[in-house]
C-alpha cells in the first residue's frame, strides 16, 4: 500500500496523462472514423478508394511503427508539435480505422430499402447517411465500438515510450526510488482497469439506452 | 365508375415523364429494351407484367435509384440529373411507395411524415406536424401518429408511406408493387387511398397485380414482359382484347381464378 501512498504525485500525473490521451484520441477516432466511414459508403468513387486506403494502412501497421513515423517523420516536414499532440494523432489515426469498420459493419445491418425511402424522398447522402442510416447503425455499433475504445485506452501506453507522461511510464520513476516492483505494477494495473473498467460502464448504459429506444 | 381521364377540369397530355430509348443490363439480363413511354400530367399509368418482365425496375429508374446504361428519362422535360443535390432535388418533386413500405424504424409515425419536410422542404416543425396529422387524418390513422412503424399493420405502414410521399407535395408519385407484401385482407385499404388519388388527379405510376385497380383507377396499361413494353393502351381494350400472345397468355393465367 505505501508503494501507492509515497508515489501518490507520480501515479496521479501518470493516471491524467493516460486518461486525457484516452479521451482526445477518442475525440480525434470518432470524428475521423464516422467521415472515413461515411467515405467509404459513399457514391463517389475517389473517396471511396481513400476510405478504403486509410482503413488499410493503419489497420495493418503496428501502432509502435506509427508512432516512430508521426514522432520522427512530421518534424522532417517541419511540422513539430508537442509530443503529447504527437501521440494523439497516432492514436487517434490508428484508431479511427477500427471505428470506420465497426461503424461500416452497423452500416451493413440497415436495410438498403431504409436508404433508398430517405433518397426517395430528397434527402442528400449526407442526410440519408446522418438522419436514417447511422442512427439505426449506431445500435449493431455499440458494442464493438467499446472494445475499440477499451483497446484504445489500452494502446496510450506506448506514448511512454515517446517522452509523454502516463500511467505506464511511471513505474521506472517509481522503480528507480527502489519500490517493490510487482506492487508498482499491480497500482498501474489498477489504474488502467479504472479507466477501462469506466469506459465499459458506459458502453453497458448506452446499449441499454438504444434497446429500449424503438 | 367515372374514368378520371373524363374529369374535364384536368389538362391532358401534356407530358410530366418521358423515358426515350431507355436500356438496361443486370450482367447478362437484358431487363429494359428501348422503352419508350409517356405519363402525361394527372395520368394514372398502371404497369403489368409476370415478374421478371422489369417493371419494378422500370419504376425505380423514372427516379433514378436504379441507374440506366443508355436512354433519357426527362421530367417536366428536363433531363435527370446525375447523382447529387441535383437529382436529390428532383427526387422530392417524385414521390416513391415501395412493396416492403420503407417506414424508417427509428422513428414515429409523424416523425416519418415530418422529417423530410423539415430537413428538405426546410418547413417549420409546427407547419410539418399540422400537415402530417392532415394527412395521417386522411388516410385514416390520425390515432397512430406517436407509434413506431413495427407497430402497425403492413396496410397501415403502407398507408403512412404514401402519407410520407404526399407531405413533400409531390408533381408524381411512383407505386412499386405497394400491395404485393399485405396480407389479402390489408390490400383494399391501400387500394381505397390509392383510388382517392387517382381520383384528385394526381400522376402516379402503379406497378401492380391488382388488376380491379388497373380497370377501376388507371388511364392507361402498359403490359411489359422480356423487358419490353408489349402494349400500353386503355383499360377496357386491354381487358376485353388483349392484341398478343404474351398478354392474353398473362391475363388467362391471373384471371382464372
Redesign the interface.
Known amino acids: 500500500m505505501n508503494v501507492l501512498t509515497s508515489n501518490w504525485s507520480t501515479y496521479w500525473h501518470g493516471f491524467l496523462g493516460t486518461l486525457w490521451l484516452t479521451l482526445a484520441s477518442a475525440a480525434l477516432a470518432l470524428v475521423l472514423g464516422v467521415l472515413i466511414a461515411g467515405f467509404r459508403v459513399s457514391?463517389v468513387k475517389p473517396l471511396r478508394a481513400f476510405g478504403t486506403g486509410w482503413v488499410t494502412v493503419l489497420r495493418n501497421t503496428p501502432l509502435t511503427l506509427l508512432f516512430f513515423i508521426v514522432v520522427l517523420g512530421l518534424p522532417r516536414f517541419h511540422i513539430t508539435l508537442p509530443f503529447f499532440t504527437f501521440a494523439v494523432l497516432a492514436l487517434g489515426c490508428y484508431t479511427s480505422a477500427f471505428v470506420c469498420e465497426a461503424l461500416r459493419s452497423g452500416v451493413n445491418t440497415v436495410?438498403t430499402?431504409?436508404g433508398?425511402?430517405?433518397?426517395?424522398?430528397?434527402?442528400?447522402f449526407g442526410?440519408t447517411l446522418s438522419?436514417?442510416v447511422l442512427?439505426?447503425a449506431y445500435r449493431a455499433v455499440v458494442a464493438p465500438l467499446g472494445s475499440v475504445m477499451i483497446a484504445l485506452a489500452k494502446n496510450t501506453a506506448i506514448a511512454g515510450s515517446f517522452s509523454v507522461v502516463e500511467l505506464l511510464g511511471t513505474y521506472r520513476t517509481i522503480n528507480e526510488l527502489g519500490y517493490n516492483i510487482v506492487w508498482t505494477f499491480v497500482w498501474i494495473a489498477v489504474g488502467y482497469l479504472i479507466i477501462t473498467l469506466a469506459i465499459s460502464a458506459l458502453f453497458n448504459v448506452l446499449e441499454r439506452r438504444v434497446a429500449v429506444?424503438? | 365508375m367515372t374514368a378520371p381521364q373524363e374529369d374535364a377540369g384536368r389538362p391532358a397530355g401534356e407530358p410530366l415523364i418521358e423515358l426515350r430509348r431507355v436500356n438496361k443490363h443486370y450482367g447478362q439480363l437484358h431487363v429494359l429494351q428501348d422503352i419508350d413511354l409517356t405519363v402525361g400530367r394527372g395520368e394514372v399509368v398502371v404497369v403489368i407484367g409476370p415478374s421478371g418482365s422489369g417493371k419494378s425496375t422500370l419504376c425505380r429508374a423514372i427516379n433514378r435509384l436504379e441507374p440506366v446504361e443508355s436512354g433519357d428519362i426527362l421530367i417536366e422535360g428536363q433531363p435527370l440529373p446525375a447523382e447529387g443535390k441535383g437529382l436529390a432535388k428532383l427526387r422530392a418533386e417524385v414521390g416513391m411507395v415501395f412493396q416492403s413500405f420503407n417506414l424508417f424504424a427509428h422513428r414515429t409515425v409523424l416523425q416519418n411524415i415530418t422529417l423530410a419536410q423539415i430537413k428538405v422542404r426546410k418547413r417549420g416543425k409546427a407547419e410539418a406536424e399540422s400537415k402530417g396529422r392532415a394527412l395521417l387524418e386522411r388516410v385514416g390513422l390520425a390515432s397512430q401518429a406517436d407509434k413506431y412503424p413495427s407497430q402497425l399493420s403492413g396496410g397501415q405502414q403502407q398507408r403512412v408511406a404514401i402519407a410520407r410521399a404526399l407531405a413533400m407535395d409531390p408533381k408524381a408519385l411512383l407505386f412499386d408493387e405497394p400491395t404485393s407484401a399485405l396480407d389479402p385482407e390489408m390490400i383494399n385499404e391501400v387500394l381505397e387511398v390509392m383510388r382517392s388519388l387517382a381520383a384528385e388527379g394526381m400522376t402516379m405510376v402503379v406497378v401492380t397485380h391488382e388488376m380491379g385497380f388497373a380497370r377501376s383507377a388507371a388511364n392507361r396499361v402498359v403490359f411489359m414482359a422480356d423487358g419490353r413494353i408489349i402494349e400500353d393502351r386503355v383499360p377496357e381494350e386491354f381487358f376485353a382484347d388483349p392484341r398478343s400472345e404474351r398478354a392474353r397468355d398473362f391475363l388467362s393465367k391471373i384471371l382464372k381464378h
Open positions: 457514391p436495410p430499402g431504409q433508398e425511402a430517405a433518397r426517395s424522398l430528397g434527402m442528400t442526410q438522419l436514417v442512427p439505426q429506444s424503438r
